[in-house]
């Protein structure tokens, strides 16, 4: 989701997560996988709840589930029409899409809602499935993560073509088989992705 479908903005998660008080939170958030209580919770080995208690303990005072929320989605930079259209485009043409994410329930607290678009639609719109790492309890690169997917879906690795702005992620799935194509984060991946379709 992140790097393809939205813009991230890492130091803005970065400047909020601060603004709650956790002075080193340029230590836990990465652009592409989290340490700490982070990424606890995006390996979903934390709950959202248990995150929030633990990030109140460590700031040293009571974080609400709606500052959480903010924070995380200090990742979120824009969400480019034109990707969403190309999403349908594909949709249309008969081409299966599947999320894999990295990502975490105050994220998809708004992924899944009418907030998503700013036209009512929610992510789920978009995709045919979801592929959550807090739901899967586990997180790209893992080379399991993308096992699970493959035989979820009862697909062969050739038959696919991973779009990942994260080069260690694309090279793991590379490494299975899988097509991949890796633009850089906010670049329009849109103009190029039916090259590697063909």
């Given amino acids: 989701m992140g790097g393809v479908v939205i813009t991230l903005c890492q130091p803005e998660a970065i400047r909020r997560f601060a603004a ?3 002075t080193d ?3 836990y958030l990465d ?4 340490g700490g209580i982070f990424g606890k919770l995006e390996e979903g080995s934390m709950s959202a709840e248990d995150f929030r208690n633990e990030l109140s303990r460590i700031v040293g005072r009571e974080i609400t589930a709606s500052e959480c929320r903010h924070a995380w989605l200090g990742y979120r930079a824009e969400l480019p029409a034109r990707n969403l259209d190309t999403l349908r485009r594909l949709r249309a043409e008969g081409y299966r899409l599947l999320l894999l994410s990295n990502t975490n329930p105050y994220m998809m607290d708004w992924a899944l809602s009418s ?3 700013g036209n009512g639609h929610s992510i789920n719109d978009y995709f045919d499935a979801l592929y959550l790492s807090y739901q899967m309890r586990a997180m790209k690169p893992d080379v399991s993560f993308f096992r699970m997917v493959l035989e979820k879906e009862n697909i062969l690795p050739e038959e696919c073509l991973f779009v990942d702005d994260g080069a260690r992620n694309t090279a793991v799935a590379s490494s299975l088989g899988i097509k991949t194509f890796c633009p850089e984060n906010g670049s329009d991946w849109t103009q190029e992705i039916d090259k590697y379709l063909k």
């Fill in 31 to 34: 652009q592409y996988t989290q």
């Fill in 25 to 27: 939170a340029a230590d």
């Fill in 20 to 22: 709650l008080g956790l």
């Fill in 115 to 117: 907030e998503f678009d």
